[in-house]
């Protein structure tokens, strides 16, 4: 089925440091969504992107929806150690009804 | 608000057994979805449940997994025989309507804490 990447897989970094991720499909998505995972806990949403070219904030977080529809990006300013988690981006295709969910960056968050 | 509440939340079992998963999702969400997610991976879509209807089920595995909410409100997802590669964590979750019938927009889905389950 289709299959969301996310890159990096994994990244290490510095409390205060600013964190970018990306996720990309082969197909078209008519909505992007940014979800993060804590250990032992199910994902919450965090950003949700309706437009291509919408970017969109929420506290540190900022997602763009790319302007190709098949990209969306994730950015966390001045990362705290609270950040630590597995991030997913997800959508639903175009004429889809499920969500597919990416392959997740895990973040870990040194101090 | 209660969140999504699952039972039991660790579950280890040998391969060729039965196990069943309970979910009570947030009250008043007509739609339920039941998740697999694979060490290393993202959440996949086993079945999702329109009141108690069933909505999509094109990925769950028929064969050994079934499901039921018989009253539109809790969830019990069976696997029965388990295999090693159901080695898991199984995910509930629910949302006020389904992804498609409001107008296109998604509706936030709301997971609960997930049931770990190992099949040795």
């Known amino acids: 089925g289709q299959q969301l990447n996310q890159s990096p897989q994994s990244m290490f970094i510095q409390e205060g440091e600013d964190v970018s991720m990306n996720c990309t499909s082969s197909s078209i998505f008519n909505t992007w969504l940014w979800y993060k995972q804590d250990p032992g806990e199910g994902p919450v949403l965090l950003i949700a992107l309706y437009k291509a070219g919408e970017l969109t904030s929420n506290g540190r977080l900022t997602a763009q929806f790319g302007i190709t529809r098949k990209d969306s990006f994730l950015n966390i300013s001045a990362s705290i150690p609270s950040d630590v988690g597995i991030y997913f981006c997800?959508?639903?295709?175009?004429?889809?009804?499920?969500?597919?969910f990416g392959t997740g960056t895990r973040l870990q968050v040194t101090l | 608000e209660a969140g999504v509440a699952q039972s039991p939340r660790y579950k280890i079992i040998e391969k060729r057994q039965s196990v069943a998963f309970w979910c009570n999702p947030i009250s008043g969400h007509a739609t339920l979805y039941w998740y697999q997610q694979i060490l290393g991976q993202g959440p996949k879509l086993l079945i999702q449940?329109?009141?108690?209807?069933?909505?999509?089920d094109s990925q769950l595995p028929k064969d050994r997994f079934s499901a039921e909410r018989l009253k539109g409100v809790d969830s019990t997802l069976k696997i029965q025989p388990a295999k090693l590669e159901d080695s898991a964590v199984y995910l509930c979750?629910?949302?006020?309507?389904?992804?498609?019938?409001?107008?296109?927009?998604?509706?936030?889905?709301?997971f609960g804490p997930g049931t770990r389950l190992t099949v040795l």
């Open positions: 449940f329109q009141n108690n209807g069933v909505v999509d």
């Open positions: 979750a629910s949302s006020l309507d389904g992804w498609g019938l409001a107008g296109g927009r998604t509706d936030t889905q709301y």
């Open positions: 997800a959508g639903p295709q175009q004429g889809a009804s499920k969500l597919t």
